[in-house]
């Protein structure tokens, strides 16, 4: 699957952002941005897909990813 460019909302008076999903059945398609991305995962599981790894994931977890890097969550 090749993964699509996302264009990050940016904000100019702000050097970074912060955003608090609560999702029931969360999904994302294979996707890839310019900016880092930190993740802290509160409560759920499943698996993620981040560049060519494939892993579970689970409540308590932090991930940081890198520029460019494909990613997506199920």
């Excluded at 029931?24 to 993620?48: A, P, Q, V, W």
């Amino acid at each position: 699957m090749k993964p699509h460019f996302h264009k990050v909302p940016i904000h100019v008076e702000s050097s970074f952002s912060i955003r608090h999903d609560v999702i029931l059945n969360y999904s994302t398609y294979l996707h890839y941005h310019r900016e880092y991305e930190l993740h802290f995962l509160i409560k759920g599981e499943g698996l993620r897909f981040v560049g060519d790894n494939i892993s579970h994931f689970a409540s308590g977890e932090i991930i940081m990813l890198g520029e460019n890097l494909p990613h997506g969550w199920h």
